[in-house]
């Protein structure tokens, strides 16, 4: 699986050279398979893996069961996922986001399976079915080139896998050793926390405190406790009132449509102006 270059990201490239938070949690789940290897694998799934019977004595379950697999092959698979899926995302969050995502997607998919089949699980899937509905969101068009021939856009791929997760969860009562209710958990998580665009609240208010604040100085420049910040040239003001005006835009366009409605260059404004905010 790989997908193509030209939209924002490189191609296969990119893969090989992990952002630092997709590397920590490569390597935390290769690590933790590692123990789970050298140590009586029953110790360690009962201390680690999300068993909700056992909630009560185990509450840091829910965080610890994502980071624990049960074979090579699905260990091997997920990281997979993470190690494509990944990088885009955070290199457009950053670090601390991109980790919060992924461990409230995680959350999600314990909290679904636990509600309606309430079985002992582990695996990062539910984390990753988020990070696929993201990657999906923010670059609906990308090319995923899977098994590295079929070229398959990212919205159908991710929406397929969603169609499956979904037909296998309402069938999940067949005793199949795969969570799909958590797969399903972590996609749904996922979906919801973007579209209710929590990610981006505090992001959003500070840029619309910095254009009111730009407006308001443009408009009363006596504030002597802010001179400057105000120049003696016109140039300045107008060329901030038209960047603002572009701002708001942007933001009536969030408040409509959510922010997985932006275009790159809209996002590009947003990250300036935040820029631009700090460094003032």
Not at 121 to 132: D, R
Not at 241 to 254: E, F, H, P, T
Request: with cysteine; aromatic share 12%.
């Amino acid at each position: 699986m790989s997908y193509k270059s030209g939209l924002g990201f490189d191609s296969l490239g990119m893969s090989l050279r992990p952002t630092p938070m997709v590397k920590r949690l490569l390597v935390a789940n290769t690590v933790v398979f590692a123990i789970v290897l050298l140590l009586p694998s029953a110790i360690v799934l009962d201390w680690l893996a999300f068993q909700p019977a056992r909630i009560v004595f185990r509450p840091w379950a829910p965080l610890t069961y994502m980071f624990v697999h049960g074979s090579l092959g699905h260990l091997f698979f997920n990281m997979l996922m993470l190690f494509f899926f990944g990088p885009p995302l955070e290199g457009r969050w950053g670090e601390l986001e991109f980790l919060k995502f992924y461990l409230i997607c995680g959350l999600g998919g314990a909290a679904l399976s636990f509600i309606f089949l309430p079985v002992s699980i582990v695996g990062a899937s539910g984390a990753l079915y988020g990070v696929m509905i993201a990657f999906a969101l923010n670059w609906p068009k990308a090319p995923i080139y899977v098994f590295g021939i079929f070229p398959v856009e990212a919205r159908y791929l991710v929406g397929f896998m969603a169609l499956v997760a979904l037909l296998s969860a309402t069938d999940s009562a067949t005793g199949s050793n795969v969570a799909h209710l958590a797969h399903l958990g972590g996609l749904i998580t996922g979906w919801i926390y973007l579209k209710a665009d929590f990610r981006t609240a505090a992001a959003i208010g500070s840029v619309r405190r910095a254009a009111t604040k730009r407006r308001r100085l443009a408009i009363v420049p006596g504030d002597e406790s802010e001179d400057e910040a105000v120049t003696s040239s016109s140039r300045p003001v107008k060329e901030d009132s038209a960047l603002y005006d572009r701002v708001d835009a942007v933001l009536d366009k969030i408040s409509a449509k959510g922010i997985t409605a932006l275009t790159p260059d809209e996002l590009e404004l947003l990250d300036e102006v935040s820029r631009k905010h700090r460094t003032n």
